[in-house]
């Protein structure tokens, strides 16, 4: 059974910085791509971040280039999302996710909810 569980979250004030974790449990994580995904109330959930398996390539939401890196530990299970720069428009709630099955990880973006295992989501809040 595939969990990936999120932690990092929390109020920061614009310009300010968070690291969001999230640890993968259940299979082999470093086989599988990785990504973040990020959803405001009502509106679709949305791609911000994805990443192969060994690290080597990254793929960004263009709303998030150059403030928002994603990288990985697989000695750890666990994948990170570093944002800078924070805007109050980053004030959503913020997913990780696997692929049920192994995609390159430029299409995790354009792959269906049910396509990927999911996280319990942490709650980012940008100040003004």
């Known amino acids: 059974q595939v969990q990936l569980v999120e932690s990092g979250g929390g109020l920061v004030q614009a310009g300010g910085s968070l690291r969001l974790s999230c640890v993968a449990s259940?299979?082999?994580?470093?086989?599988?791509?990785m990504g973040w995904f990020r959803q405001a109330p009502g509106k679709e959930r949305e791609f911000v971040a994805s990443?192969?398996?060994?690290?080597?390539?990254?793929y960004y939401t263009d709303s998030v280039k150059g403030r928002f890196t994603i990288s990985r530990d697989n000695a750890k299970n666990t994948v990170y999302l570093q944002m800078n720069s924070l805007k109050p428009e980053d004030t959503v709630v913020y997913y990780c996710a696997s692929p049920r099955a192994i995609i390159p990880p430029q299409d995790m973006g354009v792959r269906g909810e049910d396509n990927h295992y999911w996280g319990q989501g942490t709650q980012v809040t940008v100040s003004s």
């Open positions: 990443i192969s398996r060994l690290g080597t390539s990254t």
């Open positions: 259940g299979r082999t994580f470093s086989i599988y791509p």
